[in-house]
Nanobody, 128 residues
Framework: QVQLVESGGGLVQPGGSLRLSCAAS????????IGWFRQAPGKEREGFSC??????YYVDSVKGRFTISRDSGKKTVYLQMDNLKPEDTGVYYC???????????????????????WGQGTQVTVSS
């Protein structure tokens, strides 16, 4: 069993930065790919950045602004978000998968088959 806990969300002005963390407990993350998903108000939850032990994937809307990384020793995945825009507002979730590669993981839609564990989410609000 893996428990995931996100942290680092908050209110930031457009152009600002935040660093989210996804900390795992209960089991090593080494066998899992980890993805960041977000749900904007009134919209579906969508994946936008995913990481394996050897590969990173970003959707176009965050490429060049967001950086995903993982620290296996700390069992934590990070998401550095720079140049934030109002359209980045939403609840951010991390998820773990043992069966999906990073591109497939980020493309998963509801009901999110293939994602084994979810965190509880952290709110990110980009507003002046």
């Amino acid at each position: 069993q893996v428990q995931l806990v996100e942290s680092g969300g908050g209110l930031v002005q457009p152009g600002g930065s935040l660093r989210l963390s996804c900390a795992a407990s209960g089991y090593t993350l080494d066998y899992y790919n980890i993805g960041w998903f977000r749900q904007a108000p009134g919209k579906e939850r969508e994946g936008f950045s995913c990481i394996s032990n050897s590969e990173k994937y970003y959707v176009d809307s965050v490429k060049g602004r967001f950086t995903i990384s993982r620290d296996s020793g700390k069992k934590t995945v990070y998401l550095q978000m720079d140049n934030l825009k109002p359209e980045d507002t939403g609840v951010y979730y991390c998820a773990a998968s043992r069966t999906r590669n990073v591109r497939a993981m980020c493309a998963i839609k509801s009901p999110f088959l293939g994602l084994d564990y979810w965190g509880q989410g952290t709110q990110v609000t980009v507003s002046s």
